[in-house]
């Protein structure tokens, strides 16, 4: 009963979002409508975000890294080889995908606080060598004046703000259509079975690293084809669009939508960087204080706050118990 | 004939403690085994090393003649043990029937057409047919993390047969268990094939007598004795050691 109005509650809601975002370029001003195919592209990381962090519990900070990858390969076939908008994609994916498949070694047995940091070091790395690489991604001052691409061949090219936005949505709404029809499968299954309890996923037979460089690669393909939109979105792309900051409101969006649903996610990261945009003009300067400060509300005052975050592996280190101690039964939840 | 399981001088250390030191164990195909000792004998610690959880400091395991001492925990699950766990471990988010289907897929037959959810079907019938054999169909929509402890322990029984073991190993499963429950599980074991041996870590000796065929008594991480219940329960010193233990 109560779960069923929940889930009504749900629908509507996406219906609504679905709705708003069809229907926004005829609505606000072309400034905004550039603004809005940005903050898709970067909710079409988030959801990489949440795939990794909410459905598979392995937290990141390092998806900055794949969507740096492909944003970059996107603009350098985009100036030099295809106007093809689908080909852009499919290479920002694939170099999305391969940069995490570089690193699988990295995170492939890293869990909880430890893992947050590689990624975290790894979103660092990548963003230094975007900045020091000039001779393909123009260091720090970014590759200006990407050409316009269009969507397929013989397709006209994506020329006003109205387009590119449209065009954003349009791939954003099939690639997160495609997530999450893949985790209605085994695969969201195994996920979320690993979150839940890795050491009796393996124990029944699960290769669980296999899972754990699956979920990584795949969520690297899907923040590569994000980076493709960003470039569409904004015609331009350079160091600072993937700073720790984004890495940040990335998480924290991923964590204000909830955890565990990868629409959510989306309209999580959404709202905050809305929320960015708002208070570097109120309060300039300051925003990155805020944000902090809403981060640590959100874990507190959501919901699941206070209780264990669904993550594999511990995010604060804790004294070791003596596991004698801790393999005893519960006595609580015996029935009489 | 070759013992389905053999173990040999296994030793486990923890800092300067000897969790296991030295211990022997033999087991055969279809064969119900006990292994009872007081608390902090080993038992937990000797599971983990024949399901590949711990890693032995010395000796060897063999799965059916094959060395698989190297071989971690999937690894050994694909080759046929299964495993329940002192303390019930469940997929908590998932619903029971889930649980039950992941634990199947790992070793769920394929039928000879190719279809993208072949797999998928047939866990799902392995899943189907052991929920129903345990008793938890009627609850199968619910997550695992609602349940009380006797369900999860049920639950993860079902999960530990769904991968069809050669070898079960179950901890405990008795404790914390009502009256009726150990009732239950008793006639559920009673009633599983021969093709499954067991290895059963157990306090309740009633349990213990009831079910199995021979009993190692662990003590210190030493095997004190290894029996028939009778020439167990016969014997004095095992006896002492047992009762000191416990009481
Ligand atoms: N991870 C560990 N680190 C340190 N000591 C351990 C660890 N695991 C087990 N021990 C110690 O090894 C010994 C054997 O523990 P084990 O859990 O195997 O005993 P057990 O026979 O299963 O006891 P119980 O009947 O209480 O379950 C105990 O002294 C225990 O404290
Ligand atoms: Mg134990």
Redesign the interface.
Known sequence: MRQGAVRALRRGVAAAVVAALVLAPWTVDDYTVALLARTLALGLVAVSVGLLTGVAGLPTLGQTAPYAAGAYASAVVGSHLSDVGLVHLGVAAAAGAALAAVTVPLVVSARGVVLLMITLAVGELAVTVVGRWRSVTGGTDGLAGVPASRPLWGMPLLATDRARYLYTLVVVAALVGVVLLVLR??VG??L??G???E??????????PVHVAGVHVAAGAVAGAAGSLLVVAQQFVSPADFGFDTSALLLLGVVIGGT?SVGGALIGAALVVAARDWLFGVLPGQAPLVLGLAFVAAVHLLPDGGRRP?VRGRLLPAVPARR?A??????????? | MTPLLSADGITVRYGSLAALDGVDLRIAAGQRHALIGPNGAGKTTLLDVLAGSTRAGGGRVLLGGRDVTRLGPAARARRGIGRIHQRPAVWSTLTVRENVLVAALPRAVRPGRWHPSARRRAAERTADALLARVGLTGIAAVPAGHLAHGQRRQVEIAVGLAGRPRLLLLDEPAAGLSAVEVGWLLEFLRALPRAVAVLLVEHRLDLVYALCDTVTVLRDGRTLATGTPAEIRASGPVREAYAEGVA
Request: proline letters at 9%; a positive charge.
């Open positions: 499968t085994r299954l195994l979320r079975a979150r839940d309890d050491a009796r996923l393996r124990a029944s037979g699960h290769r669980v565990v669904p004698a801790q393999d005893r039964p519960t006595p609580t939840g015996v029935r009489a």
